[in-house]
């Protein structure tokens, strides 16, 4: 079932029927203002952290799963009919009430109509604002003439701790404090208490929000959600908005609301526009200014086209055009744009993420630095750096870094079962992704501290976490897992080993030595060669297991991965990253590879491992806290996809690569969402497997690290389009179906028209690589000039 399209001139997706399986959900506004918006409205919004700066309030996992919102309701004066401007809460019958919502880059509108009044609703942050705004426009479609009330609705909370907000009531029942200056609604909580910026972690502060409505005139408020909503009403049906006149409550305690009435008559065909604009500040001050800003409407318009522009030019950095529409529609937009979000938010603000999660996770954050990279290059590097300085002097990482709290060098060191052993080892991958797309080698010299104390050369940061997991390696050689090793469901004990971060070990030894051989480090090339080559010899001794490489040893002599195993006896970590670290000889590496595809492989994606754990102790296998076929127990855990289609990639298998790809595409289920449920324009962290009843359906949107990877493997493997330190790769894989394809790719300010034909519909190889007319030897192109255009010939052969 098909519930909408892919817009991909407008960069936009069209929901066409509201009644999705899920809440499809955007995202508003940056790192400084957040807010998520569904296609029915829904959603909240945030100041800095969605754990700690949460303002408005959303009630998670509830029925329906997506409110409150951001609602604008209608009543009609001759009639007494309401409805709101989206389908959701009022929920008029489809029959009559027409919508559709478009989500675009970080603004979205909901056009609807009902009863000839059409009306347009978009949302959006102004750009570097700490505020949102919600155009509005409504038509008079009909003969007769209108008598509208217009009721815009927001649901507060209490304190913007979002956890002591729905949970903590006993204290935060007491401290909302409401008023209204001007026709603009002042959001107060804890107003006697001194307001304290220095200190945005300290919850019990005082903090206002403002909620004024411009282009129109105020003729009624209300600020207690009780009175305009009535007890035993609901969003669907608020007392205020049936009778049809706000009873200008002032909430004092309890649970606020910002509701403002606007009287508005329509004549046959007349349109009229207005905006609400809520935000952080007080109604007196920044609320007065951003109402007086915007009196002239169209000023509003033009950021919205600003905002539109710029996050336009952000995908135009690499821009495709593939046979196949899926992949452009996702490559082109959606893709890059999931791996943005996810940058930002990392894994704090979503319908899932409630809240509770707070600040950068480490292994997360630093992988999903490398699907954004190449739009915000600048932004990325100031990241990057925030994230080595969560490393601590041990070489170890700190498991969460707080942007808007981090004190790089004061922090305290982690207690030694904190410390999971792939966290450091993930800049491996961050490090040399940002040197390459920049061209900043000095990077690798650049001194930084650790988070507790000293500090060092960024190489000097690579060595230090290559020493950590040296340090603690086990019987067999191999990296100990410590608190986790990326699978937070396997139960090595400290002292057991992961194979998988043998082979993350395996990769940084090799990109360690790149590096200092480029810098010069001779003594340092040696160190590393020894150190892999001894790794090597202990994979090759303990890990291999007739066809596979087992996973992990736990503590307890347990092998997981192994064979013999009656539950688990392949994981596919260890398979694809015995490839991507360089270690697999190619028997190995086939051999491994086609037991994933044999035994892992599903329609919807590599399965992590299988079987899955039913019977095992949970003091083996924490995965058997969730269901056969779900998330780390046998589920397709959609995060690892990329490393397969990179790994068959790596291997020269365009079918299989690009077969794996296409699995768990997104928009490649747009015309069966009942069985993805969740949005056909974004990545999800798993889906449900051959084990579950539930077979494909997707869970857990957006925020996760198959963002980034499925970018980066279509990118860089798949097309192969990879930036180097001295040039721009380009090394496709594709299947063998494909006559050719396209790529612009912005690098380092030079455009690259990158046009690639397979006359003989090979899967890999480069017979012919011409820039500008002249032939290149091998397959890397020139740095160009900042500023000018190539035309890119490649004939692959
Ligand atoms: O690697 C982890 C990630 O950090 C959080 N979600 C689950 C993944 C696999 O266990």
Aim: proline share 4%; with cysteine; hydrophobic share 35%.
């Amino acid at each position: 079932m098909k519930y909408g399209y892919f817009d991909d001139k407008n960069k936009e997706y069209v929901v066409e029927r509201p009644d999705t399986p899920a809440s499809w959900t955007n995202y508003l506004g940056d790192t400084n203002y957040g807010a998520i918006i569904t296609n029915n409205a829904g959603g909240y919004s945030f100041y800095k952290s969605a754990a700690q700066g949460r303002f408005t309030r959303l009630r998670f996992n509830s029925v329906p799963m997506d409110q409150a919102g951001r609602y604008l309701y209608f009543h009609d004066k001759d009639s007494k009919d309401f409805w709101s401007a989206s389908w959701q809460p009022v929920g008029k019958s489809l029959e009559q009430f027409k919508t559709e919502c478009r989500h675009g880059t970080a603004y979205t509108k909901i056009s609807s109509e009902y009863k000839d009044i059409a009306s347009e609703v978009s949302y959006f942050v102004p750009r570097g604002k700490a505020y949102e705004a919600w155009m509005v426009k409504l038509t008079n479609k009909g003969k007769e003439t209108r008598n509208l009330r217009a009721f815009p609705f927001v649901e507060y909370a209490c304190n913007w701790n979002a956890g002591d907000d729905l949970g903590n009531l006993q204290y935060t029942q007491y401290i909302a404090n409401m008023s209204v200056v001007d026709g603009i609604i002042d959001h107060g909580s804890n107003i006697n208490m001194p307001e304290m910026p220095e200190d945005f972690q300290q919850k019990d502060q005082q903090r206002h929000t403002f909620f004024a409505m411009v282009g129109a005139e105020v003729s009624g408020y209300d600020t207690d959600r009780d009175v305009f909503i009535g007890r035993y009403n609901g969003y669907g049906n608020p007392d205020v908005v049936q009778k049809g006149e706000c009873a200008g409550s002032l909430a004092e305690g309890g649970n606020p609301c910002g509701v403002l009435q606007t009287d508005i008559c329509l004549q046959p065909g007349e349109s009229v526009e207005f905006a609400i604009v809520m935000g952080i500040g007080s109604a007196q001050k920044e609320g007065a200014e951003v109402k007086e800003k915007y009196a002239d409407l169209s000023i509003l318009k033009n950021e919205l086209e600003e905002l539109k522009n710029y996050w336009h030019s952000r995908l135009e950095v690499m821009q495709v055009e593939t046979p196949d529409a899926d992949v452009n529609s996702m490559l082109n937009v959606w893709s890059p744009y999931n791996c943005q979000i996810t940058y930002a938010w990392s894994r704090a603000a979503s319908l899932v993420y409630a809240g509770v999660r707070d600040g950068l996770g480490y292994r997360d954050s630093v992988q999903d630095m490398l699907g954004v990279m190449h739009s915000v290059p600048e932004e990325a590097g100031e990241r990057l750096e925030l994230l080595i300085t969560g490393q601590a002097s041990t070489g170890g990482a700190m498991p969460v870094v707080k942007p808007f709290a981090h004190k790089p060098g004061q922090e305290k060191e982690p207690e030694a079962n904190e410390y999971r052993s792939d966290d450091c080892l993930w800049l491996f991958n961050a490090i040399p992704e940002y040197v390459n797309e920049t061209g900043n080698f000095d990077f690798y010299l650049k001194e930084l501290p650790y988070a507790d104390k000293g500090k060092d050369s960024v190489l000097g940061h690579l060595r230090r976490a290559i020493e950590f997991n040296l340090e603690r390696s086990g019987a067999h050689g191999i990296p100990c897992g410590l608190a986790a090793d990326w699978n937070d469901c396997l139960v090595l004990g400290y002292e057991g080993e992961s194979v998988f971060v043998a082979f993350q070990l395996r990769y940084a030894l090799a990109k360690y030595s790149e590096v200092s051989e480029k810098l010069g480090l001779t003594k340092e090339v040696e160190w590393a060669e020894q150190e892999l080559r001894i790794l090597d010899k202990s994979l090759e001794e303990h890990c291999w297991d007739e066809d596979r490489y087992v996973r992990a040893f736990s503590d307890k002599g347990f092998r997981f991965g192994a064979k013999e195993n009656e539950e688990g006896n392949i994981f596919m970590n260890p398979q694809v990253w015995a490839v991507i670290s360089g270690h697999a000889n190619r028997e190995k590496a086939e051999k491994a590879m086609n037991v994933v595809h044999d035994d892992l492989y599903t329609d919807y994606g590599i399965m992590l491992c299988a079987p899955p754990f039913e019977k095992s102790d949970f003091d083996i296998v924490r995965a058997v806290l969730f269901n056969p076929g779900m998330k780390e127990n046998a589920g397709i855990f959609n995060h690892t996809q990329g490393w397969g289609v990179m790994a068959e990639s790596m291997l020269g298998n365009g079918n299989r690569a690009y077969k794996y790809y296409k699995s768990y595409l997104p928009a490649a289920y747009n015309d069966m969402a009942e069985v993805r449920e969740i949005e056909p324009y974004v990545y999800a962290q798993s889906t449900h497997s051959v084990y579950s009843k539930r077979f494909g359906s997707s869970r857990l949107p957006w925020l996760s690290g198959t963002a980034t990877w499925a970018y980066y493997a279509a990118t860089r493997y798949l097309l192969g389009i990879r930036p180097e330190i001295d040039g721009l790769t380009v090394d496709p894989c594709v299947p063998d179906s494909w006559e050719g394809f396209k790529v612009v790719r912005n690098f380092r300010g030079a455009v690259y028209n990158i046009s690639v034909s397979n006359p003989n519909r090979v899967m890999k190889g480069i017979a012919c690589l011409k820039m500008n007319g002249e032939i290149i030897e091998g397959n890397k192109l020139p740095v160009g000039e900042e500023g000018k255009e190539y035309q890119v010939e490649v004939i692959m052969g």
